[in-house]
């Protein structure tokens, strides 16, 4: 169990760190340190990516692996009066999947805690929150954010329009359940950048460049991805990325990761995907294959607008995707040695 006790304590430090989209400066200073003290060379560039490159024996020839470090959360719409903060939803964000609690709004100053609200229960049909006990469902446009600062102390804190939202740290720290598993928000994608870490650290001279891609804004369209990929000739694209477990696709929890066959933006690389399965024997690793909807990684969008011309997708089985995650230290640790197997299988004609 000692593998999985330094990878939920990185995990955990991972989660810990901030990240909404498009403002992810407090993962980026860490990352770049944690690179430099494994001895890699490491950059953020123009689209806030943050990128570390093995060099390779060929270095014409190139790959990346990308874990998006950007979460999901919501963003200020407006700032009110007496406290109340309004904000609209940021990626695949809902308000109920939070549930009523603390929240952080990180202001160009100061971040300032408040309280995600949705009205009172105890109230009657006069009451608009009536209706969410009922029949709709609650959207973010009937939910708040409760301050109990003045307008004056939101602005001195540079809470503004466009201001990120997330769930409050103190409600953020993992949960290690049976030993094995991992429960935290923002499993998706930071989960993903551990194992990034950790193949900074275990690969060495491969036959081509390897770029870890630490990607930006993942949540809101791949932006960071597109931007790399659009100026970086590659080989092959591999996305890592949590994988939802759903009465409706043929996942099983558990230490067995999943290889995508297609998600909703169109079908991966079969030849790619081979080349994993048979990375994946090498290493020992039973995997999972899925064809799943409702879904994109930096790969299959990458791939979908002509960027890459071989893309594919690892991830790990994860309950609740989106919301207080669950995942097996396993499977994460599986991702990371079917990786390994992989890059260390490639030829310098590859």
């Not at 998006?68 to 940021?90: F, M, N, P």
């Not at 769930?167 to 993903?192: E, F, M, Q």
């Amino acid at each position: 169990m000692l593998e999985f006790d330094r990878l939920f304590k990185n995990i955990e430090e991972l989660v810990m760190l901030h990240s909404p989209s498009g403002a992810e400066s407090e993962i980026n200073q860490r990352l770049i340190e944690k690179f430099a003290a494994l001895g890699v060379n490491a950059w953020l560039d123009s689209a806030d990516n943050a990128i570390a490159m093995i060099p390779g024996r060929n270095r014409e020839k190139s790959i990346a692996i990308t874990a998006h470090k950007d979460e999901i959360g919501a963003l200020v719409k407006t700032v009110g009066s007496q406290g109340r903060v309004e904000v609209r939803k940021l990626g695949g964000a809902f308000p109920w999947v939070y549930g009523e609690g603390a929240v952080d709004l990180l202001g160009d100053k100061q971040t300032i805690s408040g309280i995600l609200c949705f009205g009172s229960r105890h109230v009657s049909h006069e009451s608009p929150q009536k209706t969410h006990q009922e029949r709709t469902p609650l959207n973010w446009e009937n939910a708040w954010i409760e301050t109990k600062c003045s307008t004056a102390e939101l602005a001195e804190a540079g809470i503004r329009p466009g201001t990120r939202m997330v769930v409050g740290k103190h409600r953020k720290r993992p949960l290690r359940l049976k030993d094995c598993w991992i429960a935290s928000y923002t499993l998706d994608n930071k989960a993903s950048v551990a194992i990034l870490l950790d193949l900074a650290q275990r690969l060495q001279e491969p036959a081509m460049n390897i770029y870890l891609v630490a990607s930006a804004k993942e949540e809101v369209g791949a932006i960071g991805a597109l931007y790399f990929t659009q100026r970086q000739q590659l080989e092959a694209l591999i996305a890592l990325e949590i994988c939802p477990l759903a009465p409706e696709y043929p996942i099983e929890d558990g230490e067995n990761p999943v290889l995508l066959s297609q998600d909703g933006y169109g079908v991966y690389d079969e030849g790619l995907n081979g080349e994993l399965r048979a990375a994946a024997d090498r290493a020992g690793v039973e995997v999972q294959l899925a064809a799943i909807s409702g879904f994109g990684s930096d790969a299959s969008i990458a791939m979908k607008f002509g960027h890459v011309a071989r893309a594919a997708c690892l991830g790990f089985p994860t309950q609740n995707t989106h919301g207080f995650e669950i995942a097996h230290l396993g499977a994460i640790a599986n991702c990371t040695r079917i990786l390994e197997a992989y890059c260390n299988g490639l030829s310098d004609e590859s």
